[in-house]
């Protein structure tokens, strides 16, 4: 089954919202004349994830999408070859990691920015992310308008950072090892297993899926994707995507 486009009206609203905000951001050329294209390099290896994205990039008329890349070979390339302006990066790449890009990157155009969009919200992965150089960090499950904003808050010399990062980096810079909710609670061997259903749907969210594209792959009413998500909180004992897709891959449920 096929993944349906992104819906070229939002699409061109995200398209429009962009633009009004790089204005308002008064980010252009020095002479002023017209908003200076940002180059834009992006790297996920989800085929529809990468494609939404793009689209939303590729709509901005100050932008410029340089390359779309699934692997990081590719994208390293396309670093070489082109002058780029913004990295947006996934981190689990099939031929290494995202922090190999944003290191690379800094190597040979240390003026350009990166941003990661991941669904992964350990500590780990954070912090060598940030040491690495990205200025930004997103999970997979922000709303497009975030992800407009995020841009432009990086265009602007801003850093954005989702709130359940900001919350990582606080708890490992001053928590003295603490450990996470998660991690601190034992499993409860009484807990309820995911029905097979909730596993198609807890690995669709943990790539980015919609609630309309969710429903469109697994063949089900759009109304019973929130359902399902639901449960699968219940039953993981946490309280939204990201927390659930981190939880599940701690306890072996999902391969990240």
């Known amino acids: ?46 085929a529809p994830v990468r494609e939404r994205l793009a689209a939303i990039i590729s709509s901005w008329p100050a932008g410029k999408l340089i390359a779309a890349c699934g692997r990081l070979a590719d994208a390293i390339v396309a670093m070489k070859d082109h002058r780029i302006d913004l990295l947006i990066t996934d981190l689990n790449l099939p031929d290494g990691h995202g922090v190999q890009a944003i290191r690379m990157l800094r190597e040979c155009q240390p003026d350009a920015e990166a941003m990661v969009i991941s669904v992964l919200a350990d500590d780990r992965n954070v912090i060598e992310a940030i040491e690495a150089g990205a200025s930004g960090y997103l999970l997979k499950d922000s709303d497009p308008i975030d992800i407009v904003d995020a841009i432009t808050e990086l265009l602007a010399g801003r850093s954005p950072i989702s709130s359940t990062i900001a919350r990582t980096i606080v708890r490992r810079l001053g928590g003295g090892g603490r450990e996470t909710r998660s991690e601190s609670l ?39 994707v929130p359902v399902h998500i639901k449960n699968i909180y219940r039953k993981l004992q946490t309280n939204n995507r990201s927390e659930a897709v981190y939880e599940a891959s701690r306890r072996g449920l999902i391969r990240l």
């Open 186 to 224: 034992p499993q409860n061997a009484n807990d309820q297993a995911l029905t097979p259903r909730e596993m198609d749907i807890l690995w669709g969210i943990a790539k980015g899926f919609t609630y309309g594209e969710l429903a469109e792959r697994l063949e089900i009413s759009k109304q019973t």
């Open 1 to 46: 089954m096929t993944i349906p486009a992104a819906d070229p009206r939002i699409i061109d609203a995200m398209g429009r919202v962009l633009t009004q905000r790089v204005k308002a951001a008064d980010v252009g050329d020095q002479d002023g004349d017209k908003p200076a294209a940002c180059r834009i390099l992006l790297i996920e290896d989800d």
